[in-house]
């Protein structure tokens, strides 16, 4: 596949990407099972599984671009991969800017601290600084609508709550790529149209989105282009009205 | 701005490093948390960190003073700084470990550094191993054990109980992580080092034929140079400064790269 950018814009660009994952005949998770294996002189078995398979492809900043494909095509693998929680396992992934994957709002959030102490810590997760976060702690309280909540631990918050003040942690300042699946369902229809108007803006400022859904029309309405993933391996990329259309015809036919 | 590339990374050991520094108020902030939640229900709080180390002192000293008393002057301050380094290095150790072992699953979803939970235990067990002092200060003074300048040591037997149990934290983790009977066994292997290290008793109990194997374990040396400023009131001999001061570096540069040369494949693996 051709990489038709100069790389000066390029958002994300992944070159013959391959994520391997050893995945043993029977399982042996422990020393001692180990030990009497090796002592018997039985070696393990290993069955190589590639959750990912040679992927390339680029996308520009400021792009949107939909990932669709079956379960198990790879699609949250190829997103773990661009997010660095793996590493690939042969291949090149090339990433601009700070990421936000808005799949995983709230991580690492400690369900018996305060909403404010919560606040601290994903920022922390998230790579801000202690003192960073404490200069834009109100705008979070205030975008999050929890203020009257705030010094409660987060276990009395209802899971619409908690996810509004994830979202608001984790979209404070503008990301250069953000990770979205379906159409952010957040909260309640004004907290919807409050996070989906943010997005919006920040991506008229130029991030880059990347929307995974299962959701053919949203994928239509939001990208320009499109990525076919099947079996860990890129089916077709290009405009979206031609990728849903031939993925259509072959999931529906 | 900021760029990955996954093809153009330091090697995993100076990676990892430069990574923790990043996110050091990460490490401070789940240190809190730690904390915070292991205390927040109780009616006692944080004071239950110093009650701890008084109580397990009066318990033991109670039951086996009797044996040792004769032989050991002191011996609530004897056995309480054993107790303090022993239980600061296998309380880390075990805590590092099932953290990573069972509640990794951060690691799963989003990018921190790798080791950020292992430091974090260590920070943990550090605090708790400075207020358990102040427990034994509070022993010292009311048995008139005499206090001299060898306690000015300690800062140094700290760092060096620190360094060591970061490195053996790092290789437990990454073994737990493969194995997870590692947990098990390492718990089992614990409860017999406890009793095989002079902690409760006085070392001049082995027979000397014997004393040579209590060499062979790396926590006689390490409890020695924490214990003997607080209750010898000297400074621990030179030659073992120097073997711990070994030991500990060697088991955390040996920690450290095992553990981040593995790394990668623990978001595969948890």
Not at chain 1, 95 to 111: K, N, S, T, V, W
Not at chain 2, 17 to 34: A, G, H, K, P, T
């Amino acid at each position: 596949m051709p990489i038709a950018y100069n790389m000066e814009n390029v958002a994300i660009q992944l070159n013959n990407v391959t994520v391997r994952f050893r995945i043993p005949h029977e399982k042996i998770p422990t020393l001692q099972e180990y030990a009497i294996r090796w002592l018997k002189g039985r070696s393990v078995s290993f069955t190589d599984f590639n959750a990912l398979n040679n992927v390339s492809f680029s996308i520009k900043q400021g792009e949107t671009v939909g990932i669709i494909g079956a379960n198990g095509a790879g699609k949250s693998t190829l997103l773990k991969v661009i997010s660095q929680v793996i590493r690939p396992t042969q291949g090149r992934v090339f990433l601009r800017g700070r990421i936000a994957p808005l799949l995983e709002l709230g991580a690492g959030f400690d369900y018996e601290m305060t909403g404010r102490e919560n606040i601290f810590l994903n920022g922390a997760v998230l790579g801000f600084s202690r003192k960073d976060i404490a200069s834009r702690l109100d705008r979070i309280v205030e975008f999050s609508g929890i203020n009257d909540f705030i010094d409660a631990p987060i276990r009395t918050y209802s899971s619409g709550m908690v996810a509004r003040l994830g979202f608001a942690i984790a979209t404070d300042i503008r990301p250069d790529v953000l990770i979205i699946d379906e159409i952010l369902s957040i909260g309640d229809v004004d907290f919807q149209k409050k996070s989906a108007a943010r997005i919006l803006r920040y991506h008229n400022d130029g991030s880059t989105i990347l929307l995974v859904s299962h959701n053919l029309d949203s994928v239509k309405n939001l990208c320009n282009r499109t990525i076919w993933l099947e079996h860990g391996s890129v089916k077709m990329v290009g405009y979206v009205d031609d990728v849903v259309a031939q993925y259509s015809v072959e999931m529906f036919s | 701005m900021l760029e990955y590339d996954s093809a153009k990374r330091p090697p995993p050991a100076i990676d990892e490093f430069f990574q923790l520094i990043r996110y050091r108020d990460l490490i401070f902030l789940m240190v809190e948390s730690i904390l915070k939640n292991r205390y927040k229900r109780s009616v006692l709080g944080v004071f239950w960190m110093l009650l701890n180390p008084l109580l397990q002192t009066i318990v033991l000293s109670v039951a086996f003073g009797t044996m040792f008393r004769p032989s050991v002057p002191s011996y609530a301050v004897y056995l309480l700084a054993g107790l303090l380094a022993w239980n600061f290095i296998t309380q880390t150790t075990q805590y590092a470990m099932s953290t990573m072992a069972y509640g990794g699953g951060l690691l799963k979803r989003i990018y921190i550094p790798r080791a950020t939970y292992i430091v974090a235990a260590v920070g943990n067990g550090l605090i708790n191993l400075i207020v358990s002092i102040g427990a034994l200060f509070i022993i010292v003074i009311f048995l008139n054990h005499s206090i001299t300048m060898a306690w000015l040591f300690l800062p140094v037997s700290i760092m060096i109980l620190v360094v060591f149990s970061l490195g053996l934290a790092l290789i437990l983790s990454t073994a737990s992580v493969f194995f997870t009977d590692t947990v098990d066994i390492y718990q089992v292997l614990i409860q017999a080092l406890f009793f095989l290290t002079p902690i409760m008793y006085p070392p001049s109990i082995f027979p000397s034929e014997l004393s040579q194997f209590l060499a062979l374990n790396p926590f006689v040396i390490l409890i020695e140079i924490f214990r003997a400023p607080i209750h010898a009131n000297h400074l621990p001999d030179l030659d073992l400064v120097v073997k711990a001061v070994s030991l500990a570096l060697i088991t955390l540069v040996a920690g450290w790269v095992l553990f981040t040369s593995k790394a990668d494949q623990l978001a595969y693996r948890l």
